[in-house]
């Protein structure tokens, strides 16, 4: 552990021995450094600040360490929101650019003839052994 970390570490192991009223040794600095080595300084930090919230005794290393995990998701879900935000917004006026590019029409409006017609075809009633009753039947069609 780089001596920075190991600093920010002691600072974070002396909040929560204040917090918890526990004295803390060198052999507890140096247990609590091996245990959470392999963590980002600001997971144990995050983890430490958790623990003083929420446990009624000092932490034990595992504590820090799941608690400092669960902050990490906690930001990764919040990235992966602010992502998927801004990828909606691009997507959003990538349309609106194309649709002005393209100057889109609006659909030309149906006449009334062929909206009888379509009406005709779609008036079809199934009788409860699936008998098609009125409108076009679709099963000698095919």
């Known amino acids: 552990m780089k001596a920075e970390h190991r600093a920010r570490l002691v600072l974070s192991l002396k909040a929560l021995a204040t917090t918890f009223n526990v004295e803390l040794t ?4 140096a247990c609590y ?23 009624k005794f000092f932490p034990v290393p595992a504590e820090i360490r799941g608690k400092g995990e669960l902050w990490v998701w906690a930001v990764r879900d919040e990235l992966a929101e602010r992502r998927k935000g801004e990828q909606a917004r691009k997507e959003r006026l990538e349309r609106e650019e194309y649709e002005r590019q393209h100057a889109l029409e609006p659909m030309p409006e149906t006449p009334p003839e062929e909206l009888e017609r379509i009406k005709k075809i779609m008036a079809v009633r199934w009788t409860p052994n699936w008998e098609c009753v009125g409108g076009r039947d679709w099963t000698k069609e095919f």
Not at 26 to 29: G, H, M, N, P
Not at 36 to 41: A, Y
Not at 43 to 49: D, K, N, P, Q, S
């Open 33 to 55: 450094e091996m245990a959470l080595g392999d963590l980002q300084i600001e997971t144990i930090e995050a983890g430490a600040r958790e623990a003083m919230r929420t446990c």
């Open 26 to 29: 060198d052999e507890r600095i």
